[in-house]
Structures are given as structure tokens and as C-alpha cells.
């Protein structure tokens, strides 16, 4: 009896996806397919290829494992076609089924080829919502309309209501305010020692999978071992624990700081988890609200932590579905320089970038703070082409979709949607970097000055970066501010200023691509110290 085809892709990896719902095991079969297209669309690091293709694996495991019949189609299978669409077309051929049920996709580019899969395969393709995220993305469109501003804070106010996280019986936020953000912008204090990190040794089938990528992808920026993920949904919940008893305490207030050799500090490390399906936003959210209630976090860490969820990650997907595909194309500011190499090599003098870019290759994970205000607080400064950004952030990390990479650096970081998402841009000169991080001490350039050979970069770019922009950006009344600082700059550091930046940015070279070589070590990798690991075997 023919039944129903269900293809699941690498980033649905849930037990309770929708397109799994209603699944009848004696005749239905369950679609995963490894292809060469999603490995190759950027050129993703070698860990974020090892955490997909190990998760898909685990995840047809433990199906089969319960009675249901998968078909998984790995990525050296001989006759693999090297896209979804083609893997569809012959698992169609395969099984022969009435109609294929699959859930609505994370990135535009994939959403533009599922619409013609009914088409192409001459069965009925019913496309479900994906409901693991608490805002879909017509609730978000009715929200949005007629608003002249789409900020975050009041979404993330109606996302509170509608869902009663923190709030007090009679409907108010815990607390009596909504966020508490300025409570979590302190520096780490001398003698805090961050939790060690929670690893999970590879078993059997992520060995396989480790092999496969270290063969065939050796040339891609970034470290494949040692490969610390989680590839289960059990381990996955074990690391989310890991956080909640060890650092979820200090993360509200610790949150913006950076720290030479500590990749991870007080962050949960989840994002790939949630995004991939391992982790569910839903329980998450919940069991931080819980430790809260039992008097075991304080309120500015609960919060701090459910509105990166629960406000941000909906946000940016909310906006990312009403916006694409034309969001992806603005430049507003006209940034045009190409990426330097070194986002490639992670060899450069300013200890701040050598840092985030030597750990974004070992560990294809980076802190919000050391994203927004590190890589992308250079790329904005130096004027860096949007697309080529936009690119090496969704090769670099293993919790990078489009859905919620790009507008995180379209918008929060580039600018370059115009103020769709944030009401200025958010630059900084290296007294932000000194003030929230170890880096600058360990520097060869001095943070506190703004010109000549030894200055901070950061500083004179800064400045340049104001004055280049000063026609888009000195009526807006959040930099008014600044510009009147600027002002107040004698003519001559001006010149001197311009000078040093135009000098700087003709000697960072360009590279459209990473480096076909295996790079050498990170510069910094030998001075930072590792830092302490659990190892667990893998759940
Ligand atoms: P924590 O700091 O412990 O935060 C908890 C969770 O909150 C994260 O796991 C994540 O799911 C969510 N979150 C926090 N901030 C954001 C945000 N701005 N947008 C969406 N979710 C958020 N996040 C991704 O998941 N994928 C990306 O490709 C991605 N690209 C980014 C690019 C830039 C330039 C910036 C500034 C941010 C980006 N983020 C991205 C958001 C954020 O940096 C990561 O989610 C976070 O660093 C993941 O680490 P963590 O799990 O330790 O997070
Ligand atoms: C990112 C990724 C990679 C590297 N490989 C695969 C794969 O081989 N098979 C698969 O189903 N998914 C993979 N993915 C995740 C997809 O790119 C993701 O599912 C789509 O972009 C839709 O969001
Ligand atoms: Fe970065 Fe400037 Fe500090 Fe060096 S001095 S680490 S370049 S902010």
C-alpha cells in the first residue's frame, strides 16, 4: 500500500517536527537526505557540516530504533544526486508514495525550490508550518502592520503576554520592568572563573561522520577537531542543564563581557541545538522562568536569557519572513570594500579580531558580543561589503540559517537595511572593546589614542566612519551626541584621523573567498589558555 513520504531536513531534527505528525509506521517512509548542495552554498565549517550530518544520522537511528521506516541517503552514497530536489525525485521513483509531507524550510533560498516540488515530482507536497518557534510568521506580519518602527522591545512585550513568561499573576512583568538589559553590561571581575565547558565525547556514528567531512571538506576555514557538539537530542539537553546549574546565575550580568581564551564565559552554547531541532525553545524558555521562580537565578539573568529567545530569535525570524527576499539586497550605508584576509586567516595585529576570528576556527562559535561588537563592529566601520559579511558569518558558525544570520548582520550589524531594525548603528571605537574585554592590554596598538602609527584602529575608522556618514546618520537624535564631540575635534586631528584611516584600509587587501589551503595556527591559539572540559559520553 503506498503511503506517505516525509522528508525531513537537516535542521529539523525534532521528534515532534510537523511533518512527522500523524505518521503511520506500517506505511509511511521517513526522508533524510546528506547532499552535496547544502554543504557546498557557502563554504560552512567543517564542524557545522560534522554537527548536521551526525545529528541527521542519530536522529534516523533513534527512528528506526522505534519502528519507522527510514530512508537515508548519505552524502557518499553512490547515485546521490547532490540536491534536495533531485534526492526527492528519486526517493519518489523509490517508494512510489500517494503524496510527501514536509515542513516549511528555514532559508528563502530553499522556500523558492520547494514550491515547485509538487511539480516536478508529480505528486501532492503538502508543505506544513513549522510550529517549534512561538511567533509564526503571519502573527508576526500582523504585528508589524501599520507600525512605522519594528523594534524589538515592544514584540518582545506582546510575546511576554501572549506566552505569561515572567509575569506576575495579575499580568505585570516581573519585577515591574520588561527588560533589564542595563543590569547586564558589566566587565568580568578579576578571580570569576567561568564554568568549565560541557563536551560530549564523538561515539561510533559521529566518528563516521568525522571521517567522511575530514576528507572531503579538509580545505574549509575552520578546525574540525576536537569535536565537542552535542548530536543528540538528549545530549543536547544534557549541555542546556550543563548551563542551568553552572552559569545561568551570572549570565544576565556578565553577558556583554569578552575575556582573552575564554570562548564561552557564562553563554549557553545552545543556538546550534535550537536551531538544528535538538533543543525546543518552548521547554527552554520554561525551565529558565523555573529556576527563577525557586529563588536559584536572579531576575535580570532569567530575563536577560528568555528575551534572547523569546524576543530576539522570534524577532529576527519574524522579520526575515516579512521582508525577504528584498531585505537581503539594501545597502543603505553603501559599503562596498571587499573582506579583508584575514577574516580567513585570523592573522592581523588587533588582538580583539585575532582572538574572535582564531576561536570562530577552532570553535565555529563566537558570543553575541563578540560578533556584534568585534568582527562586526569592524566590517561596519571599514565600510565591508554586506554580502561578503553576510557570507563568512554563515560559513563560520555552526548555528548559522539565513532566517537568523542575516538579519542579525544585515540589519543589527551592517546597517544596511536603512533602521529596519535597529534605530542607529552600533558603532564603537576600542574604548567599548577596552572597557568590556581583556584584548586591549594585549595589544600592539594603544586604545588610547586616535592617531598615528600605534593608535587603536578602531578609533581613527571610528571617527572616519561618523564623518563619512554624517549626512544619513547626524539628524538621528540618538547620535547627536557624538556628533557634537566630533565637532568639538580640532580641524587638524580631523585631517590626521581621515588620514590614518584611509592609510589603513588601502593596506587590508581583499578576499572574495576563504583560502583553498588549510591555514596555518591561529597567531593567538598557543598564548590562550584551553579551557577546563567535562567530557560526557555522547547521550
Ligand atoms: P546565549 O548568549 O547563551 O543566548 C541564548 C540564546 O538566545 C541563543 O542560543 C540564541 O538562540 C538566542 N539569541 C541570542 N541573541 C540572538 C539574536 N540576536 N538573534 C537570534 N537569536 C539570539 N544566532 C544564531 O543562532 N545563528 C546565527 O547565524 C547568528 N548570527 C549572528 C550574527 C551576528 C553578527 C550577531 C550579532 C548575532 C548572531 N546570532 C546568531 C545571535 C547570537 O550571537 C547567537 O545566537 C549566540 O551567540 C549563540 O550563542 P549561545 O547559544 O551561547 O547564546
Ligand atoms: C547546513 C546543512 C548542511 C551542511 N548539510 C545538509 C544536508 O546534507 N542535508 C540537509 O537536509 N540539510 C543540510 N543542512 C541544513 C540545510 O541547509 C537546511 O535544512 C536548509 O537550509 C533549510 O533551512
Ligand atoms: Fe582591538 Fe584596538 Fe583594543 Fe587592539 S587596542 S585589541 S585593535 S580595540
Given at each position: 500500500m503506498p503511503g506517505t513520504l516525509r522528508f525531513v531536513l537537516g535542521d529539523q531534527l525534532s521528534r515532534g517536527i510537523s511533518s512527522l505528525r500523524g505518521l503511520d509506521p506500517a506505511a509511511d517512509t521517513v526522508l533524510l537526505a546528506e547532499v552535496a548542495a547544502e554543504t557546498e552554498y557557502v563554504p560552512h565549517h567543517p564542524k557545522k557540516i560534522a554537527l548536521i550530518l551526525a545529528a541527521m544520522r542519530h536522529f534516523s537511528a533513534a527512528l528506526r530504533a522505534d519502528g519507522v521506516r527510514v530512508d537515508h541517503v548519505r552524502l557518499d552514497d553512490p547515485g546521490n544526486s547532490g540536491s534536495f530536489r533531485g534526492e526527492l525525485l528519486r526517493a519518489v521513483e523509490r517508494h512510489r508514495p500517494d503524496r510527501v509531507v514536509v515542513t516549511f524550510p528555514g532559508e528563502w533560498r530553499v522556500w523558492t525550490d520547494m514550491k515547485g516540488w509538487e511539480a516536478a515530482a508529480g505528486v501532492p507536497v503538502e508543505i506544513r508550518d513549522d510550529d517549534r518557534f512561538f511567533c509564526p510568521p503571519r502573527r508576526f506580519r500582523a504585528w508589524a502592520a501599520g507600525r512605522r518602527q519594528l523594534r524589538m522591545e515592544f514584540f518582545y512585550r506582546e510575546m511576554r503576554r501572549e506566552t505569561g513568561l515572567l509575569l506576575t499573576p495579575d499580568g505585570e512583568p516581573e519585577g515591574g520592568a520588561w527588560n533589564y538589559d542595563t543590569d547586564n553590561r558589566k566587565p568580568l571581575p578579576r578571580g570569576l572563573e567561568p564554568p568549565p565547558r560541557f563536551d560530549v565525547r564523538p561515539d561510533a556514528l559521529t566518528a563516521e561522520v568525522l571521517a567522511l567531512v575530514r576528507a572531503r571538506f579538509a580545505e574549509r576555514f575552520g578546525e574540525l577537531e576536537p569535536f565537542r557538539f552535542a548530536v543528540t537530542a538528549a545530549g543536547a539537553e544534557a549541555a542546556f542543564e550543563h548551563f542551568v546549574r553552572h552559569a545561568l546565575r551570572h549570565f544576565g550580568d556578565y553577558q556583554d563581557a569578552m575575556a582573552a581564551g575564554q570562548d564561552t564565559l557564562f553563554h549557553a552554547v545552545i543556538s546550534p541545538y535550537l536551531n538544528i531541532g535538538l533543543l525546543d525553545p518552548r521547554a527552554v524558555c520554561r525551565r529558565v522562568e523555573a529556576e527563577?521562580?525557586?529563588?536559584?537565578?536572579p531576575l535580570n539573568a532569567a530575563e536577560g536569557f528568555i528575551r534572547q529567545i523569546l524576543g530576539w530569535r522570534e524577532y529576527v525570524r519574524g522579520l526575515y519572513w516579512l521582508r525577504m527576499p528584498d531585505y537581503a539586497e539594501t545597502n543603505a550605508l553603501g559599503a562596498v570594500r571587499d573582506l579583508p584576509p584575514f577574516f580567513w586567516t585570523g592573522e592581523t595585529p588587533m588582538t580583539c579580531l585575532r582572538e574572535v576570528i582564531g576561536q570562530t576556527r577552532r570553535e565555529a562559535y563566537a558570543h553575541h558580543i563578540q560578533r556584534l561588537m568585534v568582527t562586526g563592529n569592524f566590517a561596519l566601520l571599514a565600510g565591508l561589503a554586506p554580502r561578503q559579511v553576510e557570507?563568512?558569518?554563515?560559513?563560520?558558525?555552526a548555528d548559522a540559517f539565513d532566517w537568523v544570520e542575516l538579519p542579525n548582520v544585515h540589519g543589527m550589524v551592517l546597517h544596511a537595511d536603512g533602521g529596519v531594525m535597529a534605530s542607529k548603528p552600533y558603532a564603537a571605537s576600542g574604548k567599548?572593546?577596552?572597557?568590556?574585554?581583556?584584548?586591549?592590554g594585549r595589544c600592539r596598538f594603544d586604545v588610547r589614542r586616535t592617531t598615528g602609527a600605534d593608535a587603536c584602529p578602531l578609533n581613527f575608522l571610528y571617527w572616519t566612519f561618523l564623518m563619512d556618514q554624517r549626512e544619513r546618520l547626524?539628524?538621528?537624535p540618538r547620535m547627536a551626541m557624538i556628533y557634537r564631540t566630533l565637532d568639538r575635534m580640532a580641524p587638524a586631528t580631523r585631517d590626521a584621523v581621515r588620514a590614518d584611516a584611509a592609510r589603513f584600509l588601502a593596506g587590508l587587501g581583499s578576499a572574495s573567498g576563504p583560502p583553498s589551503d588549510p591555514p596555518s595556527d591561529p597567531p593567538s591559539a598557543a598564548a590562550s589558555p584551553v579551557?577546563?572540559?567535562l567530557l560526557e559520553k555522547d547521550a
Open positions: 527563577y521562580r525557586a529563588g536559584r537565578v557570507e563568512w558569518y554563515l560559513a563560520v558558525y567599548y572593546i577596552d572597557r568590556m574585554s581583556d584584548y586591549c547626524q539628524g538621528n579551557q577546563p572540559s
